[in-house]
Every structure is written in structure tokens, then in C-alpha cells.
């Protein structure tokens, strides 16, 4: 599969459970991103990776955890989440840091309960 | 903090008309501006975007025009089809990072 893949679609956790999403891409980009989209807000910028090293915590809770492996795969560790974590988590890649366009994958939909 | 504005929120036009929609932003070392279009239930998709050294860039019905000193920067669509229904996000950015647009969703009546 080409582009941007990310697992699972939908997600739902309880408060106390620990998850993780799962990002992909097959297009030999070198940064990755973690975007949060709620109902009536901007699209968040939450991690950013380049080369495989973080560049970017954009004061995100400690709850979220980020991992990047290799320039091809990029985590992102859930636990002890709130329901106001409820939101489309998105992942992208561009190439280098220039400012390029991103391809984003599709999202995983998470629900806490 | 670096931030965008967009408008307007909610957007509603007849089948063959424009459309347009504004965004401002306050980075004022910001280079790059994409436009992202997101149907429902899908991924955001670049549909255009524009560098600071273009004050204008069209490709077939849609179009992009950017103003560094206002720092604003306006997407276009004309004669505007009901698959253009959807979301539209614009962001600015400089070295890798985009900031967003709050969104605008456009509907298209037949």
C-alpha cells in the first residue's frame, strides 16, 4: 500500500487502559507529524519528527507519548486519557522540512469512555 | 503564538458560482501556504498551495493569491460543483510546521 497508513480506524479506551496508534508511510519522506482534530477546532499540532528525532512538543500532556523508530514509522502511546481526548488523531509526512505539503493518512478515530 | 484565522466558518453557494475564503495569519516568517480540502469521513488532501515569492497561483477552477505585507492569503473557487462540498483548511507554515486554519465548510447546493 502507498501513502500514509494508519491503525487502527477507530479506537475506544477507558480512562485507565494503555493504547497505542500506529502511523505508516510509504513515500520515503523524512518528517512525521501528530495532528489532533476536534469538533469545531483547528487542526493541533502535537509531535513532530524529523529524522527520526523530535523536534516539536507542542505542550502536550505527558498522557501522549510519542515514538518514532525509524523515518517510516511513527507511534503514538496513549494512558490514563480523559474523555476530552475524544478527537480524530491524524498523522502526515512531508519530505525533508522545508516547507512542503503534508500526506496525511486517514486517522483513528478515539473515544475514551 | 503563531496562528491563523480563517473565514468564513460556514460557507453556502448556488451550483456555478464562487466561492471564497480568507485566512490571516501572524508568523510573519512564514513561507509556505497550503490549502487542504477534507470530505466527510476522509483524510485532509493538498489542493493547492503557494510560496511567498508567487502572489498568485491558479490551476483550472481553483486559485490561491497572497498578500505577505496584509499577510492574508484568499482560496477561490469558480463555478463551484457539489463535489467541492467539504471542508477547507488553510494553513501557513516554515520549516516543516503548519499551523491550521479553523476551517471552512463549504456546501454546494444543486
Known amino acids: 500500500e502507498t501513502g500514509v497508513t494508519q491503525t487502527p480506524r477507530h479506537l475506544v479506551m477507558g480512562m485507565t487502559n494503555k493504547k497505542s496508534l500506529k502511523c505508516e508511510q510509504h513515500?520515503?519522506?523524512?518528517?512525521m507529524y501528530w495532528y489532533k482534530q476536534s469538533a469545531k477546532k483547528p487542526l493541533e499540532l502535537m509531535f513532530v519528527y524529523s529524522l527520526e528525532e523530535r523536534v516539536e512538543n507542542n505542550s502536550v500532556p505527558s498522557r501522549f507519548s510519542p515514538e518514532c523508530p525509524n523515518s517510516s514509522h511513527l507511534f503514538l502511546h496513549l494512558h490514563t486519557l480523559q474523555p476530552e481526548d475524544s478527537a480524530l488523531y491524524l498523522c502526515a509526512s512531508s519530505q525533508d522540512r522545508a516547507p512542503n505539503g503534508y500526506t496525511f493518512g486517514s486517522g483513528t478515530r478515539l473515544t475514551v469512555v | 503564538g503563531e496562528n491563523v484565522e480563517q473565514h468564513p466558518s460556514t460557507l453556502s453557494v448556488q451550483e456555478g458560482d464562487s466561492a471564497v475564503i480568507k485566512c490571516t495569519y501572524s508568523d510573519s516568517a512564514s513561507n509556505y501556504f497550503p490549502w487542504y480540502k477534507q470530505e466527510l469521513g476522509k483524510r485532509p488532501q493538498l489542493i493547492i498551495d503557494i510560496r511567498s515569492n508567487v502572489g498568485e497561483k491558479k490551476d483550472q477552477r481553483i486559485a490561491v493569491t497572497l498578500n505577505k505585507t496584509a499577510k492574508h492569503f484568499s482560496l477561490h473557487i469558480t463555478e463551484t460543483q457539489p463535489e467541492d462540498s467539504a471542508v477547507y483548511f488553510c494553513?501557513?507554515?516554515?520549516?516543516?510546521?503548519?499551523?491550521f486554519g479553523q476551517g471552512t465548510t463549504l456546501q454546494v447546493k444543486p
Open positions: 513515500l520515503g519522506h523524512n518528517a
Open positions: 494553513a501557513a507554515g516554515n520549516t516543516g510546521k503548519l499551523i
